[in-house]
């Protein structure tokens, strides 16, 4: 009962998303970064990282279960706190937040929320649903595998500009993201501190992700 009640309650979906969205950062996002920084090594390197994330077999899969349950749940809550925001318009609590009192990156979270999951769609298709052998893994006549997958994917203009602008739209997302975690739990002692970490933390894994762009474009 009392758990029903929390989740029923705008401050509990809140927090939920909160929540689930730090772990997402910490459990998935950089990690996944870290793993993609392979690509500055080259093919060998990045392939081999690869093949070593496949050995784990069952437990992979657990893990990529587990965050698509989390992604399912983030985003399920965060659709629901938007329309259950929507609904209060014009009530005395919809008054108090002013736009020019919040941030860009605060009052963007749904839209930005939006691209990153028809992103992560894209992503999925170019990368992990794509066959991983020739053609679509040649380059330059070489077979370098994912490696070789990535860099045809990342050859086509479209997909270039379309993958370095989410990663900008990461970034504003993730810049409120954290400092929401602490201001949800009423942590509001640090809110200084944490908004500056928030924002720096956003600006690294975005610069992280455009120089592998960059890089492996040269």
Request: glycine share 8%.
């Amino acid at each position: 009962m009392i758990l029903r009640s929390y989740l029923s309650s705008s401050l509990g979906k809140k927090q939920l998303i909160a929540l689930t969205g730090l772990v997402l950062i910490l459990a998935f996002l950089i990690p996944h970064l870290i793993g993609n920084l392979f690509l500055l090594a080259g093919p060998s390197a990045f392939n081999g990282y690869v093949e070593h994330l496949h050995s784990f077999g069952l437990l992979l899969r657990f893990l990529e279960t587990g965050f698509v349950l989390l992604f399912v749940v983030h985003i399920t809550l965060s659709l629901m706190v938007v329309i259950q925001n929507r609904r209060a318009r014009g009530t005395s609590y919809h008054r108090a937040l002013i736009p020019g009192n919040r941030s860009f990156a605060a009052r963007s979270m749904p839209y930005t929320g939006v691209v990153l999951l028809v992103f992560l769609f894209v992503h999925l298709h170019d990368f992990t649903f794509a066959s991983h052998l020739p053609p679509a893994s040649l380059w330059n006549g070489v077979d370098l595998g994912l490696y070789g997958v990535v860099r045809n994917t990342l050859a086509n203009p479209i997909r270039l500009i379309g993958y370095g602008f989410v990663i900008i739209i990461l970034g504003i997302h993730l810049s409120h993201a954290i400092q929401s975690v602490f201001q949800t739990f009423g942590l509001r002692r640090w809110v200084r501190e944490m908004t500056i970490l928030s924002y720096a933390t956003g600006a690294l894994i975005s610069l992280g992700f455009l120089s592998i762009l960059v890089v492996v474009c040269l």
